[in-house]
């Protein structure tokens, strides 16, 4: 009982910490409401037919497991990792992606999954590998997408919402690591990050 009551200080605590440091972009009742109707279109989509969500780690960890839960299909999940930021958490550096050959995909459907669309560079080049792994159909989800200018003209088939352009974090989303456990969608107060 007494840990229970720690957790929940714990939990209120890190909220509070957030409300003070940061805008609240999108609360977490609205991702689950937009989850839930995606969830309702994809099913539609793939009519019974079994789907391999490909989960780009680490930033659509939350996203993926709360999708698979709205979907009443078929599911299995493979992961690849995407890896752009650099060092100072916000500025973007060299992309690389891992993990894919663990994996077989060919002749199977195929939805990847991603935390958030930029520049849009992660997911345009995720297609083309997938392209050219022959799957029976492919598409892309974000959870996010920046209202920036789109530099690869290419567009994910699914979004959940659109934000503004502004860093992000929360609900999967990191700067520096931290702040993936945020239950919501938040921005630092005047974009400025806290260390
Ligand atoms: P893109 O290749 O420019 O579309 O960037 C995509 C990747 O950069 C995403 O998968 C994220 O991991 C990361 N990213 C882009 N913008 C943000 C942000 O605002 N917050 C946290 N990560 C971001
Ligand atoms: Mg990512």
Redesign the pocket.
């Known amino acids: 009982m007494r840990n229970f009551l720690y957790i929940l200080l714990f939990c209120f605590c890190s909220i509070c910490w957030a409300d003070s440091t940061m805008d609240l972009l999108i609360p977490s009742t609205a991702i689950a409401q937009r989850l839930q109707e995606v969830g309702m279109q994809i099913d539609k989509q793939y009519k019974n037919e079994e789907l391999v969500v490909v989960m ?1 780690m ?3 960890l939350v996203v993926t497991a709360d999708l698979i839960r709205n979907l009443h299909i078929p599911v299995s999940v493979e992961f690849v990792r ?1 890896k ?2 650099g060092k100072n958490g ?1 500025s ?1 550096g060299k ?1 690389t992606i891992t993990g894919l050959d663990d994996f077989n995909v060919k002749g199977k459907n195929v939805l990847i999954v ?12 995720l297609v083309n590998i997938f392209k050219a792994k022959k799957t029976k159909s492919l598409r892309s989800l974000v959870l ?1 997408l ?1 209202q920036v200018p789109y530099e690869t003209g290419y567009r994910p088939d699914h979004v959940l919402f659109e934000i503004p352009n ?4 929360g609900y999967g ?3 520096k690591e931290s702040f993936r456990e945020l239950p919501g969608i938040y921005a630092f107060k005047d974009d400025k990050p806290p260390f």
């Not at 991603?114 to 080049?125: E, N």
């Not at 502004?166 to 974090?169: A, L, P, S």
């Open positions: 780009v680490k930033g659509a995407a752009s930021y916000t973007q992309l991603d935390d958030i669309f930029d520049s849009g560079t992660t997911m345009k080049a996010l920046k502004r860093f992000v974090i989303l990191d700067y």
